[in-house]
């Protein structure tokens, strides 16, 4: 039974971080032994932790393409899903990117500046398969790079037995199909820690890329932190968790369903209602326990409720947004009808990885099909950042250009001298009134 609360019952330890990781020695050794012995040492770990080996990581162009006209024959209405949310994501995504304008500005007679965006090379996207193969992932990693215009995009995922019965590289299906349907340059049969390590320094089969971007495990999560600097990284990300702000007009059946749609993600995932009407969050609980009885991942779920769990009783919703904005979860939700108070509360709320704004928005639309990202930020760190986007594959430069003589110019070497002279860079000072004499 999930457990329902007051707001002044609620303990300081819920709004920090949650990390679960006690893999980082683990996760250092295997990098340092990828970046010394590269393929190697990624054959070793395959044969230690995968359920396959193969001869060679990359998976052929014709593999991926014969998953996905399989796809296409023997399930098409998971196809078309697939292509629909490519489409979604990918038109979001190009939105995003017009808004990262170039531009050339003449600050003061002589000083032009100017940004421009210009998109990294090569991009990594990892995609985990586990217990639950994410072959949604596929589509959130791949259409911002994409969108961006990075020219190729090379994709990790751990393998599986080839069903030819051959050592042939070979990995989840529907993230074969998803790969190829998305337009991945290159796809690759490895997968955990060591398939980070491989996008971060590149090994004889893997290419070095600029980028690494995707979910994963403590140990993917950990090794994406200590490879940062090395290569970027969008973020590292924790459990899932949702945070639903609902009033009375709320259906019980939809958000309960909205909490276990998280929490079967994982034992850990958080769960979360902040509501003022004592009555819903009683039916709310009534109703998690009743869709648990026929929910096949029940097993998963009702430890997430039952450990991680909780419906808060607050003295009224602007209260509830402020517990939110000190909370800033990965997905926040305002189960409340359209009108003068839900907007007030959305104009409230600031901290929130992604806002799905009225009853029928539900958030498994932002994981699946609604043009969202959903490589969100978790455990808090939305108070910083966003998700993944085409600003992950973009990098934003800046560049200056001057004519000589002119006020600006002639103002700007004079200011820098003084401000050299201030720092004691004597070089600094020189180079810049260098500029006054021509």
């Not at 995968?50 to 996905?68: G, H, S, V, Y």
């Not at 907007?343 to 639309?365: M, Q, R, T």
């Not at 994981?367 to 108070?383: E, F, I, K, M, Q």
């Amino acid at each position: 039974m999930i457990k329902i609360q007051k707001s002044n019952e609620i303990e300081e330890s819920f709004f920090n971080g949650r990390d679960f990781g006690d893999s980082i020695q683990t996760v250092r050794d295997i990098l340092k032994d990828v970046q010394t012995r590269k393929d190697k040492a990624l054959r070793e770990y395959s044969q230690k932790f995968d359920a396959a080996t193969p001869d060679n990581f990359e998976i052929p162009q014709e593999t991926l393409k014969a998953a996905a006209e399989k796809l296409e024959k023997n399930n098409p209405d998971l196809y078309k899903s697939l292509c629909y949310s490519r489409d979604l994501a990918l038109r979001f995504a190009k939105k995003q990117k017009e808004s990262f304008d170039d531009f050339e500005i003449e600050l003061e007679p002589g000083i032009i500046t100017g940004q421009k965006n210009i998109p990294v090379d090569i991009a990594g996207v990892y995609v985990p398969a586990g217990r639950f193969p994410l072959v949604s992932t596929v589509i959130m990693t791949v259409t911002p790079a994409l969108a961006a215009g990075v020219k190729e995009i090379i994709l990790c995922t751990p393998p599986r037995k080839n069903p030819d019965g051959s050592s042939k590289a070979y990995a989840d299906e529907n993230i074969m199909a998803a790969a190829y349907i998305c337009g991945v340059t290159k796809a690759f049969a490895c997968g955990g820690a060591q398939a980070v390590g491989a996008m971060a320094f590149g090994t004889e089969s893997i290419p070095k890329t600029d980028v690494i971007v995707g979910p994963g495990n403590k140990f993917v999560a950990e090794a994406k932190k200590l490879v940062y600097g090395t290569v970027g990284i969008d973020m590292v990300a924790g459990p899932t968790e949702v945070f639903i702000i609902a009033d009375s007009s709320a259906n019980p059946e939809w958000v309960a369903a909205d909490l276990l749609a998280q929490a079967e993600h994982d034992i850990v995932a958080q769960p979360v209602l902040a509501t003022p009407d004592q009555k819903l969050a009683e039916k709310v609980a009534e109703e998690i326990e009743l869709q648990l009885q026929t929910l096949s991942t029940k097993e998963t779920a009702s430890q997430s409720i039952a450990n991680c769990g909780r419906i808060i009783i607050t003295k009224d919703l602007e209260e509830a947004a402020e517990i939110a904005n000190k909370k800033a979860p990965e997905h926040l939700e305002l189960a409340m009808e359209a009108g003068s108070s839900r907007d007030k509360i959305e104009s409230l709320v600031h901290n929130y990885g992604s806002l799905f704004i009225g009853h029928g928005s539900a958030e498994v639309f932002g994981d699946y099909a609604a043009g969202l990202n959903h490589t969100l930020p978790t455990s808090g760190s939305a108070r910083f950042t966003g998700g993944l986007s085409v600003r992950v594959f973009l990098k934003t430069v800046t560049t200056l250009k001057t004519r000589a003589g002119e006020k600006g110019t002639l103002a700007s070497a004079t200011a820098a001298g003084f401000l050299g002279d201030a720092e004691g860079l004597a070089a600094h000072a020189k180079a810049a009134r260098l500029r006054l004499t021509k």
